[in-house]
């Protein structure tokens, strides 16, 4: 009987390690009004595409902040990197709300693995909630880094470009490097070449890896049939190019205002929200109001994601 007593609390001892190695943690102080809710979730993002993707599904763990802004939420978690969103939510507002491409962002990204220990610390800004307010390990910092090139609006396009591909060949941290080239775009061929060489390095199996390896670790086929195939693509493009631009044309118009569509196309122009302001002869912050209205709307979230509307945009303008 003692004997069995025994392996039962080694058993337990080893269980209770076993569990607690695989929960990671999120701790700090959230400086928010009270129109903020005293809730903070985290959400387990499996691909990047659900990045943004605003569902209670994805909530793996949930936290109480007390009345000094102090809140603590342990979530489940393993020994590979994973990604992961923290978000506030005010009061009254579901529990999946989230709020993309303004200063009234309610949420940002972490990258987690077995047993770290995340801190998040605002003591700047009341209800501003920025990337580089988590820390507390490398994969973060490094993705906090990657994120504030994406969403810049002062880089040029080729400096994005180029950093992002030095970012895929630099980073300690697969995820970030996958991430990092998930959000390139309009490369040439030398850079596509180059992002071919940084791909080999990665481990195919990787869950965030998606299309990544399917687009970048083709085997190479002879220049004959790839011109054959290219050929027959810009048939095909050509003979649709005008129904879908009309379908899409169609769709902007009815999702964007006369307004919005102006300032948008101000915005492609170059213009700032001050310039836009002074352009239209209205105030400063019915100009942000629009453009917050216009991410939403088109599911983007900077200046630089609007780049994909130009076309449609300038011609929904004449």
Excluded: C
Excluded at 57 to 67: E, K, N, T, Y
Excluded at 75 to 99: C, M, Q, W
């Amino acid at each position: 009987m003692r004997r069995y007593l025994i392996l039962s609390v080694i058993f337990l001892v080893f269980y209770s390690k076993t569990s607690l190695s695989q929960f990671a943690e999120v701790h700090g102080n959230a400086n928010l009004d009270s129109s903020w809710a005293k809730k903070v979730y985290i959400s387990r993002i499996s691909n990047f595409n659900q990045m943004f993707t605003a569902s209670s599904i994805l909530i793996v763990a949930q936290g109480d902040i007390d009345s000094n802004g102090n809140f603590k939420v342990s979530f489940p978690t393993d020994s590979a990197e994973k990604l992961y969103r923290l978000h506030f939510i005010k009061n009254g507002d579901p529990v999946s709300t989230l709020i993309i491409g303004s200063k009234d962002a309610n949420h940002l990204f972490f990258i987690a693995s077995d047993r770290d220990q995340l801190i998040y610390q605002n003591n700047v800004s009341v209800n501003i909630i920025r990337q580089s307010d988590i820390v507390g390990n490398k994969a973060t910092d490094e993705l906090n880094a990657l994120l504030s090139v994406v969403h810049s609006d002062s880089l040029p396009r080729d400096s994005i470009k180029n950093k992002l591909i030095d970012i895929a060949r630099t980073s300690s941290s697969e995820l970030v490097g996958l991430l990092s080239i998930y959000n390139e775009f309009g490369l040439n061929h030398e850079q596509r070449k180059t992002l071919r060489d940084i791909v080999k390095r990665f481990n195919p199996d990787n869950p965030y890896a998606g299309r990544i390896f399917e687009d970048y670790n083709q085997p190479p086929n002879g220049w004959f049939l790839w011109a054959a195939i290219i050929f027959a693509l810009i048939i095909a493009l050509i003979a649709a190019r005008r129904i879908f631009k009309k379908k899409r044309l169609s769709k902007i118009q009815q999702s964007l205002s006369q307004r919005e569509i102006k300032i948008a196309r101000l915005i492609l122009e170059g213009k700032s929200n001050k310039e836009i302001a002074m352009d239209l002869n209205i105030g400063l912050s019915t100009v942000k109001t629009h453009v917050n209205n216009i991410y939403s709307k088109l599911k983007i979230n900077s200046r630089r994601d609007l780049q994909k509307f130009k076309d449609i945009l300038v011609e929904s303008s004449a």
